[in-house]
């Protein structure tokens, strides 16, 4: 086929047309900058003008499927886009933030502020608020399958996400703060792999969503993160088929303070109970105890008491505290208090099982068993009324020599305590040596 010069232009003319053409990109709200080429599967949307379109929606109604519309948030203020937006192709519908934060999308309470009707499509970089209240409305309500819903807050909304049917969709890395954040349909997944990288509420892994709502008492603003990564310790289960593996957690870095009015409240020989106020922080998990400088125990918040055992009479003992929030922040003041155990006027008991278990001619030799007291110390020995020895704790035998054959010999015990305290009545036994 023949092409004359004229044709030959008008070919290459609509050729570049097809491949370029020459957009506004907005630098600044109001101020654009003209010349700089890119594919016509992208558009551009600024409220304050100097962009392809002011509205989103209208973006949408001349895209098509796998086009790119990139919505500005302002430079100088935030851009809210009073709207309800409806995606009703397959495009990547991305937020940019030009230094105001994310493009607002407000439903003025009318309807869902977002709906998607279209497969395959992508939303992130929004705040979306103010839905209606009806049935059915949401922040982002979803009508299709296998779309990516990502680093979006969605808040001051009656559902913040409503799956309409079942999807197979992604929603990761969005901050949710609604009466209801979900209605889910089907299986959806709701987190990404564990990546490293800023996520949507400032912690250092992006993972799932970030879980709130008005009343401070979301699963992410009350799950414990002791390892500090932003990530929830435990899973949140949405419902069946729809669990958020990786929630995220509250970026917290201030300790709780620290616990008040320590002191010994009662004690003995052998113990000593100390009290104390929790601190008042909502997100105060547990005090970390102490005792003489070895950790003993956590004791969980709403406990308020240790009660050290099986210490020793009249000995001195101290108690150092610190306490850790639900995200593992740990307040490094110490807070002490020292008391004293009771002196011990209260014996051991007897030696049990005293017999002869073996002898000659010249010895006798007796076992024991010793008293359960953890105080106790030694058995006093006296053979034929005659004190003989003290036989320390543990030893629980005793072997009298250079005795006489066929002569009959009687060992009689008392014991002690580490404090001294002496049991009076006596535990005897009589054995004779071999003739």
């Not at 053409?21 to 304050?48: E, K, Q």
């Not at 989103?56 to 430079?75: C, E, F, K, P, R």
């Amino acid at each position: 086929m023949a092409i004359n010069r004229t044709g030959l232009k008008y070919l290459i003319i609509a050729l570049s047309l097809t491949l370029y053409l020459s957009v506004n990109v907005v630098a600044a709200d109001g101020l654009v900058v003209t010349g700089a080429p890119t594919t016509t599967f992208t558009l551009t949307v600024n409220a304050a003008g100097g962009a392809d379109y002011n509205k989103i929606q209208d973006a949408i109604n001349n895209a098509g499927d796998g086009y790119t519309i990139l919505v500005s948030g302002g430079v100088t203020y935030t851009l809210t886009y009073y709207e309800n937006v409806n995606v009703n192709k397959s495009v990547k519908l991305k937020g940019i933030d030009n230094g105001k934060g994310m493009p607002v999308v407000n439903a003025s309470k009318k309807g869902s502020t977002v709906t998607l009707n279209a497969s395959n499509s992508t939303i992130e970089g929004f705040t979306i608020v103010s839905s209606g209240s009806l049935s059915g409305n949401a922040g982002i309500r979803v009508n299709s399958k296998n779309n990516t819903i990502r680093n979006n807050t969605v808040m001051k909304n009656n559902y913040g996400i409503y799956m309409a049917v079942p999807g197979n969709n992604s929603i990761y890395n969005n901050y949710f703060n609604n009466t209801y954040n979900f209605k889910t349909n089907g299986s959806n997944k709701w987190n990404s792999t564990k990546t490293v990288g800023k996520n949507i509420n400032g912690g250092p892994f992006v993972g799932g969503n970030f879980w709130a709502n008005p009343t401070g008492t979301g699963y992410s603003q009350k799950c414990a993160d002791y390892n500090k990564d932003g990530i929830c310790d435990i899973s949140y289960t949405l419902a069946t088929n729809n669990k958020d593996y990786l929630p995220l957690a509250v970026n917290d870095t201030v300790p709780p303070a620290g616990i008040t009015g320590l002191s010994n409240v009662s004690y003995n020989s052998y113990y000593i109970k100390w009290n104390w106020t929790d601190p008042k922080d909502t997100d105060f998990s547990r005090v970390m105890i102490y005792l003489d400088g070895k950790f003993k125990i956590n004791v969980s918040k709403g406990i308020k008491t240790y009660n050290a055992t099986g210490l020793l009479a009249n000995t001195q003992h101290t108690i150092a505290t610190r306490t850790v929030d639900i995200y593992g922040n740990v307040n490094t003041t110490w807070m002490n208090n020292t008391a004293r155990t009771a002196a011990d006027s209260i014996p051991p008991a007897n030696v049990s099982g005293l017999k002869n278990v073996s002898y000659a001619k010249v010895y006798i030799k007796w076992t024991w068993v010793d008293p359960p007291d953890k105080d106790f110390s030694k058995v006093m020995v006296y053979l034929d009324g005659i004190f003989k020895k003290n036989v320390s704790k543990g030893i629980k035998n005793y072997n009298a020599t250079g005795l006489l054959a066929g002569t009959q010999h009687t060992i009689a015990t008392r014991t002690v305590d580490v404090n001294g305290n002496l049991n009076m009545t006596w535990t005897n036994h009589t054995a004779r040596t071999a003739p």
